[in-house]
T-cell receptor, first 113, second 115 residues
Framework: QQQVKQSPQSLIVQKGGISIINCAYE??????FPWYQQFPGKGPALLIA?????SEKKEGRFTISFNKSAKQFSLHIMDSQPGDSATYFC????????????FGKGTRLSVIA | DTEVTQTPKHLVMGMTNKKSLKCEQH?????MYWYKQKAKKPPELMFV???????INESVPSRFSPECPNSSLLNLHLHALQPEDSALYLC??????????????FGPGTRLTVL
């Protein structure tokens, strides 16, 4: 119930293409869904986050789509660039019960020119 | 300033050594976290401090001992570690204690190698 399932494990996208990473969860108490980006040798950095009262959130080239009924959320990176090559983690937590952040297993994205 | 700093960047220690990792933030955050991250894996929560009090210990072995001397500082004391404890140790902070839905800001981590 505490798991967040993330796919794919790795992704290769051409420069200028769209990168899509998917996550699914079981715990209906989750009410905060952040995405973190991590470059090699660095700590994760918050990229974008969504709460279940909206179905989509966009910040620049990054968009989260959220489907509450399907218990799924996804990250879309438009016009992918080589500088986007990193590992992306989805995560979820719950205000009720103060459930700590649960991370997906990560997606290693490579954007090739 | 949304910076969490960690020292040292790298640490190599023997199994009989005692060492400490240090984390600092000056954002006025009242929750601080220790995570362990193995290669190609997500961060695993170890400890959470909320208002300088230990609020979560994820069944971490006693060879890891956290300490929160004040609201800006977090230490992780290491003693009698095993080679399998080699990992990237990440510190994070968030604004409010007791709130799991606040943004967590991560430091760059300490790369620990246990020989």
């Amino acid at each position: 119930q505490q798991q967040v399932k993330q796919s794919p494990q790795s992704l290769i996208v051409q420069k200028g293409g769209i990168s899509i990473i998917n996550c699914a969860y079981e715990n209906t108490a989750f009410d905060y869904f952040p995405w973190y980006q991590q470059f090699p040798g660095k700590g994760p950095a918050l990229l974008i986050a969504i709460r279940p009262d909206v179905s989509e959130k966009k910040e620049g080239r990054f968009t989260i789509s959220f489907n509450k009924s399907a218990k799924q959320f996804s990250l879309h990176i438009m016009d992918s660039q080589p500088g986007d090559s990193a590992t992306y983690f989805c995560a979820a937590s719950s205000r009720s019960g103060n459930t700590p952040l649960v991370f997906g297993k990560g997606t290693r994205l490579s954007v090739i020119a | 300033d949304t910076e969490v700093t960690q020292t040292p960047k790298h640490l190599v220690m023997g199994m009989t050594n005692k060492k400490s990792l240090k984390c600092e933030q000056h954002m006025g955050h009242r929750a601080m976290y220790w995570y362990k991250q193995k290669a190609k894996k997500p961060p695993e929560l170890m400890f959470v401090y909320s208002y300088e009090k230990l609020s979560i210990n994820e069944s971490v072995p006693s060879r890891f001992s956290p300490e929160c001397p004040n609201s800006s500082l977090l230490n992780l004391h290491l003693h009698a570690l095993q080679p399998e404890d080699s990992a990237l140790y990440l510190c994070a902070s968030s604004a409010r204690g007791g709130s799991s839905t606040d943004t967590q800001y991560f430091g760059p981590g300490t790369r620990l190698t246990v020989l």
